[in-house]
């Protein structure tokens, strides 16, 4: 990691220059490329038969250097001479790296318009959140498991809630365990404390959950989150995998339970909706959430943190790769 300036050139008609205030990084997908095992790094999605080929060259060219950090909340301090969207002195947020400050074309920013900046940010983990739910069609009374309480499990744990469903929650991290209570999680189990968490959920269930919304992105958490589904259960896959899947067995109660499994990745860029009659894109899910957020439907205390200064975001970065049971998601004040 290291410190990079870049020039500010002259704006052009539809932009705007940003001085930031606030971002957050996004810890499952980052680290993936900050560790260097992103799967883009040999092989990348062919766009018009969205399938994964050998990359033609070598990928570390355009992977790296690569920016961190994706949302930030700032203020505008120079408009483009078309922009009248935006005046100086708003204040927006955006899907934006951790940089002091921005040159963004208005199309990519929203105003803040009564949204903490904290808020703000966690529009992103909510967004594949409720995307986890409505792919998983999670229902009034049903029983869900979520495993990996990361910012996207936390706020599954609140969304499972919303639609009226008992919510068992399993993490290792004993913080978040307690935020998940607080959240309204039903049973927190720590999965430390059972050497077969799947079994546990069986056993405690009483045949198993009806879904399981696996937000980790470890394979040993989709092994366990197979083994905790009740007979033609759902398994949603939320968190982002990499690697080889060594954990898994799909001879076993994938099979024999006759298992629906699901990949959940509601994403503008990816161009993917969730699941439903009428298809819900992006954009749709952060109207949805930023409702909720204000109306307290969804709540984000004591879910940031630790929040560091801009001359230590390294050391924040650091803190997510090598101890990630001290934080939640990260932040970035200027």
Known sequence: MSFQEQKIDALGSHQVLIRSVFSAFKHGTEMTGYHGDSPFVKRNLEPNLRIFVDNKEDATNFLYPGTLGNMTV????????????FAVGDQVFGWLPVAD????SVDKLYPLNGLTPEQAVCIDPATFAIGGVLDGDIRFREKVLITGLGAIGLLAVQYCKLHGATVYASSSFAQRRQLALDYGADVVLNRKDFKDLGHEVKRLTNGGVDAVLECSGYYIQLHHAMRAARQCGRVVCVGFYSGAASDLNLGEEFFHNRLSL???????????????????????????????????????????????????????????????????????KY
Do not use: C
């Open 262 to 332: 699901l990949a959940s990745l509601p994403d503008a860029y990816w161009q993917n909706p969730v699941r439903g009659e009428t298809p819900l894109y992006t954009d749709d899910l952060h109207q949805l959430i930023i409702d909720d957020l204000k109306t307290g439907r969804l709540k984000v205390d004591g879910l940031l943190g630790p929040v560091y200064p801009f001359s230590d975001a390294m050391k924040a970065v650091e803190l997510i790769s090598e101890k990630p049971a001290e934080g939640i998601k990260v932040s970035i």
């Open 74 to 85: 700032g203020i505008v301090e120079e408009v483009g001479s078309e922009v009248d969207s």
């Open 101 to 104: 400050w921005h040159v963004s």
